[in-house]
């Protein structure tokens, strides 16, 4: 008899999002993803100015909000074929760089780790032993006995006063968790560590971002980061050579740390390779231009179909036609007027239409995004394949570097395919943060030589027909491929639609009823229990889902504020 389990919401994620699953003989046999929030955005922005479009789209999320700012400004200086100073490309991409390093970071330790990491085990271990273990993993200075003693005694007076904050009600003792305890304890220490280096990664974009979350440098056209290498209140040597020296700091912990933590847990679960691969079709972007027309990248893009990489189709920038061709969005699952079959984001429509949950019907707020009718993937796993098949030497080497690690941890050969799983989004985005290392580096080089040239422009000013015209941005953010797209009309905007990760990820059912890739990657996971369904926390949580791209909350009878929340000593994106 199958049973119907439902986690709602599904925690440690940004926004609210609601799985329901029914199992069979201890396996997932249907699945039904559900995003509980509405965006809205579209219709805030109709009528506005163009240049004003990136200040709201980036409040989308309170988490990506550098992406959704990013997306946005492309896509106006898409339609206007407008060119970007070379300065201003080479901050960008320091800040996307950075950006999704603190993100990845942030998504391994502190939203999914604890899905693999037993809390409460970690009290067992012997912190000698641990050490020992963690020597023989890698070469990083903060493994050694007294600090693990130092964690663990952390630990155990959370424990025993109670109060166990973001440890609290985790499934800690579950029989799928399966890390003996020194390696827990090892994962405890650097969680704690990772809360340093994330933000060290994080303050490379408030510096060249003015602040963050929500950045305040961006413009269509450029930057409005003025560069005198003279004035104080403006970009300094001082200034860069700081950045230069926060980029450095991160590597260490990169490849000694985040890198080997995945290869230790990946190996000791190696099981999971067999989970969660779901739809292998898989798409990204062409990322970091390199220049000012926006033809020229660091990163590459493309598409994947069916996980054959010989079949690789290459999206060479964002000036081509192949990706703006192919993306389109159905309704016909979710909360809204239409049902005109798939939709083009130029002519989308954000009219809601809620019906409650339906299981053959409407059943979410997010819709079905298709690549050429097709159900895609994106996000790390997708855009690691992707600059393999494109011969992107920095992820091939990184990707290498990894699977050596992890083979050996688990005495026996990982080949690439074990990516196509739950554990594999993991693996991939750790590779990925090594790449985006480099690239920081690359970025931070390339800005320098710029402006030794004596060229110290960032901002080109925009001008707007009175005809119609229509543009995307694209960013291969965080969570995968992001696209914003904007139909202008006499200087306002006519029409805009967000086709953001998690729409591609956790979208439901298509026109075709074919299951999204949330969906499509719970079929057959194993559920030890279902009334503790920590395994569909596991295969979700790898794509490190985010839904707050949804809803603005506002009581209209009582014209006042519904709740105000003040937080106090967090940093961005850490759920404390």
Same mark, same amino acid.
Request: proline share 6%; aromatic share 10%.
């Given at each position: 008899?199958?049973?119907?389990?439902?986690?709602?919401?599904?925690?440690?994620?940004?926004? +609210?999002?609601?799985?329901?699953?029914?199992?069979?003989?201890?396996?997932?046999?249907?699945?039904?993803?559900?995003?509980?929030?509405? $965006?809205?955005?579209?219709?805030?922005?109709?009528?506005?100015?163009?240049?004003?479009?990136?200040?709201?789209?980036?409040?989308?999320?309170?988490?990506?909000?550098?992406?959704?700012?990013?997306?946005?400004?492309?896509?106006?200086?898409?339609?206007?074929?407008?060119?970007?100073?070379?300065?201003?490309?080479?901050?960008?991409?320091?800040?996307?760089?950075?950006?999704?390093?603190?993100?990845?970071?942030?998504?391994?330790?502190?939203?999914?780790?604890?899905?693999?990491?037993?809390?409460?085990?970690?009290?067992?271990?012997?912190?000698?032993?641990?050490?020992?273990?963690?020597?023989?993993?890698?070469?990083?200075?903060?493994?050694?006995?007294?600090?693990?003693?130092?964690?663990?005694?952390?630990?155990?007076?959370?424990?025993?006063?109670?109060?166990?904050?973001?440890?609290?009600?985790?499934?800690?003792?579950?029989?799928?968790?399966?890390?003996?305890?020194?390696?827990?304890?090892?994962?405890?220490?650097?969680?704690?560590?990772?809360?340093?280096?994330?933000? $060290?990664?994080?303050?490379?974009?408030?510096?060249?971002g003015s602040k963050t979350p929500h950045i305040q440098n961006l413009a269509v056209g450029g930057v409005a980061n003025p560069i005198?290498?003279?004035?104080?209140?403006?970009?300094?040597?001082?200034?860069?050579?700081?950045?230069?020296?926060?980029?450095?700091?991160?590597?260490?912990?990169?490849?000694?740390?985040?890198?080997?933590?995945?290869?230790?847990?990946?190996?000791?679960?190696?099981?999971?390779?067999?989970?969660?691969?779901?739809?292998?079709?898989?798409?990204?972007?062409? /990322?970091?231009?390199?220049?000012?027309?926006?033809?020229?990248?660091?990163?590459?893009?493309?598409?994947?179909?069916?996980?054959?990489?010989?079949?690789?189709?290459?999206?060479?920038?964002?000036?081509?036609?192949?990706?703006?061709?192919?993306?389109?969005?159905?309704?016909?699952?979710?909360?809204?007027?239409?049902?005109?079959?798939?939709?083009?984001?130029?002519?989308?429509?954000?009219?809601?239409?809620?019906? /409650?949950?339906? /299981?053959?019907?409407?059943?979410?707020?997010?819709?079905?995004?298709?690549?050429?009718?097709?159900?895609?993937?994106?996000?790390?796993?997708?855009?690691?394949?992707?600059?393999?098949?494109?011969? +992107?030497?920095?992820?091939? $080497?990184?990707?290498?570097?990894?699977?050596?690690?992890?083979?050996?941890?688990?005495?026996?050969?990982?080949?690439?395919?074990?990516?196509?799983?739950?554990?594999?989004?993991?693996?991939?985005?750790?590779?990925?943060?090594?790449?985006?290392?480099?690239?920081?580096?690359?970025? @931070?080089?390339?800005?320098?030589?710029?402006?030794?040239?004596?060229?110290?422009?960032?901002?080109? $000013?925009?001008?707007?027909?009175?005809?119609?015209?229509?543009?995307?941005?694209?960013?291969?953010?965080?969570?995968?491929?992001?696209?914003? @797209?904007?139909?202008?009309?006499?200087?306002?905007?006519?029409?805009?639609?967000?086709?953001?990760?998690?729409?591609?990820?956790?979208g439901p059912r298509d026109d075709r009823d074919a299951l999204g890739p949330y969906e499509a990657s719970l079929i057959d996971n194993?559920?030890? /229990?279902?009334?503790?369904?920590l395994e569909v926390m596991r295969t979700i949580h790898s794509f490190d889902p985010c839904l707050a791209c949804a809803i603005h909350?506002?009581?209209?009878?009582?014209?006042?504020?519904?709740?105000?929340?003040?937080?106090?000593?967090?940093?961005?994106?850490?759920?404390?």
């Open positions: 008899m199958a049973k119907r389990i439902v986690v709602d919401p599904m925690t440690r994620i940004e926004g +609210h999002l609601r799985i329901d699953c029914e199992v069979d003989d201890g396996r997932v046999t249907k699945a039904w993803s559900s995003g509980q929030m509405w $965006r809205g955005i579209e219709l805030i922005l109709q009528d506005r100015d163009p240049r004003d479009a990136w200040v709201f789209a980036q409040r989308i999320c309170g988490v990506c909000t550098t992406v959704h700012a990013l997306a946005s400004v492309r896509a106006v200086e898409n339609a206007l074929d407008l060119e970007i100073p070379l300065n201003a490309q080479y901050i960008r991409n320091l800040i996307i760089a950075a950006h999704t390093v603190h993100d990845h970071i942030v998504h391994f330790y502190h939203l999914s780790a604890l899905d693999w990491v037993d809390i409460l085990s970690a009290l067992k271990a012997d912190p000698l032993q641990t050490a020992k273990t963690a020597q023989n993993l890698s070469d990083w200075s903060m493994n050694s006995p007294q600090h693990f003693r130092e964690i663990q005694a952390k630990l155990k007076s959370f424990v025993d006063s109670g109060q166990l904050g973001v440890f609290a009600s985790g499934y800690w003792n579950h029989p799928a968790m399966q890390l003996p305890p020194e390696i827990n304890l090892l994962a405890v220490a650097h969680y704690f560590q990772a809360l340093d280096y994330q933000r $060290r990664a994080n303050k490379i974009v408030s510096i060249l005198n290498l003279d004035s104080q209140s403006t970009l300094t040597l001082e200034r860069l050579f700081y950045i230069k020296n926060l980029i450095d700091e991160l590597g260490d912990f990169i490849h000694e740390v985040y890198m080997v933590d995945v290869a230790a847990i990946g190996a000791s679960y190696a099981d999971w390779t067999q989970y969660g691969a779901g739809v292998k079709n898989y798409l990204c972007v062409p /990322d970091l231009p390199l220049d000012s027309e926006g033809v020229t990248y660091e990163l590459p893009g493309g598409y994947i179909p069916d996980a054959n990489l010989v079949r690789f189709k290459p999206i060479p920038s964002h000036k081509d036609a192949y990706f703006e061709k192919g993306v389109k969005e159905s309704t016909k699952h979710a909360w809204y007027e239409g049902d005109k079959g798939p939709l083009h984001p130029y002519e989308g429509e954000t009219i809601p239409d809620y019906t /409650d949950f339906q /299981d053959d019907g409407k059943y979410t707020w997010v819709k079905a995004p298709t690549f050429y009718d097709q159900r895609a993937q994106v996000g790390p796993l997708a855009n690691v394949l992707c600059m393999v098949a494109a011969g +992107h030497e920095p992820t091939i $080497r990184n990707l290498d570097k990894f699977l050596i690690k992890a083979s050996g941890i688990a005495g026996t050969n990982i080949p690439i395919k074990a990516l196509h799983s739950t554990i594999g989004r993991h693996a991939a985005r750790c590779v990925r943060t090594a790449v985006l290392y480099e690239s920081l580096q690359n970025q @931070w080089q390339l800005l320098m030589d710029n402006i030794g040239t004596g060229d110290y422009a960032t901002f080109n $000013r925009p001008e707007f027909p009175n005809h119609e015209v229509r543009g995307y941005g694209c960013h291969e953010a965080p969570r995968g491929v992001l696209s914003h @797209w904007v139909v202008i009309n006499d200087g306002k905007i006519r029409n805009y639609q967000a086709v953001v990760p998690s729409t591609w990820n956790a194993p559920i030890a /229990d279902p009334a503790k369904p909350m506002v009581d209209t009878r009582r014209q006042e504020e519904v709740v105000r929340v003040h937080a106090v000593g967090s940093q961005c994106g850490v759920p404390f």
